[in-house]
């Protein structure tokens, strides 16, 4: 069907004083690599939130009568991989942008592949921060927040709660061993440096990602004596971190902050074990009130009979973003979709949106509270929504780091 | 002080575990000579049954142990059956091919593991009664790990016991030293396999449910477990169960201990510890090396002999083929094909090494990565241009394989695989780790080709070229006396020896060769994807071009070419149109193991070409 034909029967539909009629004209198509084999438990939700955005979009006319199509690719984890399908997507099935739900390692690849080759990325979950900063790149976009900004959310919490007892403390470390763990450390440090809080930092542990030796570990943390504790612990580490934590009695009498405890996966894990008062980010999808995001989660449990998570959020959050940028660009230019990416808002269940001029991180908010325990579950309490953009380095610093990487 | 003293015994108790299911895979290998990549799927699967079985006996008392056992059982049963059905068949056929079934067995383990208990990870309930800690010397020691040292000393008193003061004890220890004469002996070896093998595998499946209480039971297990157990075994010597209990303890204590001084060197420290006790002591701390020596390596004792004539037509109208490619596909179908043809070519260099050369290489990825690093940090610091870099990453790549190749080659068998492998994970962990050099996990980025290569068209010709002036090269250097003496070797050391050819250099200059080979893949490699990310140094990376390999044909010049096309294309129409490419990857490797050994071209060759006698 041409364009011109497509135009004529949008405008006779939309012409139509009835309900609006679903998207009829030739689909437009984004590419979507994720990690769907690898890390099923996140790309599931993922993939339900992409599709319930499309289902939506397209019920309500699409982008001026043409549908959306997401063609969903599995990475594998493995940046290669992933480079090679973004080959296939863009020549073979003629997408005129990419989405994904990844690791960093994948995103970065797609990021570079996506500025040689000029097509627009949405990254919905990677929060690495090299991503936007050292590493970003005009054509790289992300609705989820970074590391930064989760720590500097909880540990801004954590001195509201504790104030100058938080000063001159001793801090320990412990995330895992890649890019990723050093960074969001790295960021700790400078928010509690910038904050006054004088920090002694009198042991870092560096376990490899999936492989914590718990016992090891948790015994030489204890020997540093901390007063406060910087979790990155993850999956099935953090189950290990956690049991062992208490058996050995580490967390007595110590302040813990811990950004990623509490996501859902965590809590269906933990359950009656969650450890209580640790600082973190999380969602507490059942008790928001907020109406834009009761509405999501109800159409999210009509379609799926389940919760809305994190993953499942923004990966809602880059469709809807994708949707405002075609309907204000007019057109599936990658350039002029790119440009539009660029100035547009778009609606959100947690509001209104738009990407940042300076590293086109997605605006937007975000859930800090401690973790506790409800309902034999752990949950998110004394919960409060923080903007993303109060907790972002300055654009100085931000410079200072893309300037870091050599380009070629 | 008494901080050192708990380090240290939290260090035996994390080796228990380790040490159940070494222990396992050491017996079966002692006996079958088949080292499992299956065995850490069944330790997984211990951990997965015993949750299920935990959510219905209940998590107290009886029913909470009676888990654990039943777990155990129960997975002593699937090792059972999957060594009637498939690892009967592959005792006769050689080692590659046996680690290669395994591999597919753990390949079919994961896909049908997530979907019987799905993505999620589980966390089971703790042990009743030893869910608290004890004190210590002053600190809160946990009661469980206590409880795992005393299981594992009894497991040890148990298993030494069995084979000591039983008759059938007796017999294991007869096979573990001379399979031969055992069979020469009227022994039924069938049953004492399958035997054994249950034993094994009730082990590991014993040390995953008793991890139940202390971590989540994930999909990812099965991996994690295997490196480890592979790495202690191989410490303490094939085998042996002195070296397995050796091996654990010393890997659980540097281990504890390691993270005092070095927190960053979890990634590496087991292999280091590997690496330097095989420098030290070749076979492992109490192995042999008759043990080490494989009982054969290729496929079969034909000499490889020049195909006749008209296989020579059929090459150079395939050759016209490529040539004309581009003329047929489109710009996707030319990066499949370059993708395919520097596939070829890594898969080709191992060939080289692995088939000819007859040296069974673990850790092959680590040429084909120190390649496409040598172009991502020339590219990166340097801005080199693209033909200089393609000269220097072979150079980079023969230097390494030099380097590591003459620690390795003192070795032989599975302790050269092995060094090798351990080789390549410490380099992956240095590019790994080295965040201001090689960017880490984060990789290098905007390794693009040089501006008149940059179109899909002349980059596939760039490519078609080099692999190809490669490829033929490889081939010619095994016809040269060179080669000869690299099969010699390989086919009967000890008379090579006594002809005055030195097996030690000649391995050593065709792991170099190989090296270089594999680094000039690695190279296109990186300007194929324009980034480089610390996975191409990977056990993946190796274990897709042995697939490549046997695929296409040990024994054959074009085999790894074949088997790099049809392992892609297959890989990538699999993953498609199917979810469960994991399962459908491993079920053909085990039909080419079972049914096709001699690869596709292998098997071609036999219907095609009569040799005459």
Redesign the interface.
Known sequence: MTKLTALILGMALIATPSLAAPATGEPIKIGDISM??K???YT?PYKKGVDLAVAQINADGGINGRPLEIIS??S?L???EA??LA??L???DKVDLLMNCDS??VT??L???A??NKIPLMDTNSD?D?IIWE?GNPYVFRTIFGGHTQMSATIKLAMEKYGDKLKGKRWVSIAP???YG?SIINAAKVVAAEQGLEPQWVE?????Y??L?????V??L??AKPDVIVSLML??DL??FV??GN???LFKDTIVISPPLAIP?HF????K?TPVGWFSVGFPVDEVTDPAFVKFRQAFQAKYNELPSMTGIYGYNGVQAIAAALKKAESTDPEKVREALEDVSFQTPLGEQRFRKIDHQATGTLWVGVSGLKNDTGALTNWRVEKVEDHLPTDAWILEQRAKT??? | MSFLLIQLLTGLSSAAVLFLVASGLSLIFGVTRILNFAHGSLYMLGAFISYTLVQHLGAEGIGFWGSLVLAAGGTALIGTFIEILVLRRVYHVPELFQLLATFALLLIFQDVTLHLWGPEDLLGPQAPGLDGSIQLLGESFPSYDLFLIGLAGVVIAALTLLLYKTRWGVLVRAATEDREMLANLGVNQKWLFTSVFALGSFLAGLGGALQLPRESVSLSMDMNMIIDVFVVIVIGGLGSLRGTVLATVIVGTVRAFGILIFPEITLVLLFLIMAVVLIFKPYGLFGRAEEAAPAQNHVSTDALRLPPRWVGYVGVAFSIAMLALPLVVGDYGLVLASEMLIWALFAASLHFIFGPGGVGVFGHALYFGLGAYAVALLTKYFAIAMPLALIAAPLAAIAGALLFGWFCVRSQGIYLAMLTFAFAQMVWAVCFQWYDVTGGDNGLLGIWPAAWASDKTTFYYMTLTLCGISVLLLRHFIFTPFGYALRAVRDQTKRAEALGLNARRLQWVGMGLAGAFAGLAGALFAYSKGSVFPTSLDIHTTLNAMVMTLLGGLNTLSGPLVGSVVYIFLESEISRISEVWRLILGLIILAIVLFFPQGIVGALNKRLIKVKE
């Open positions: 769907y084999s890390a099923p438990e599931g690719r599995d594998k493995d940046p290669g480079v090679k080959e296939e863009r020549s073979r960093s390692a970065l690849a990021s570079s592949w500025l040689r690495a090299s590493h061993n890649y890019e050093h870092q542990q560096w376990p490899a999936g492989k030796e718990a016992g090891a570990t015994s030489a204890k020997h999956n099935d189950v290990k049991r062992e058996k050995r009695g996966e269906e894990q933990l359950k074990e050599a380009k070629p």
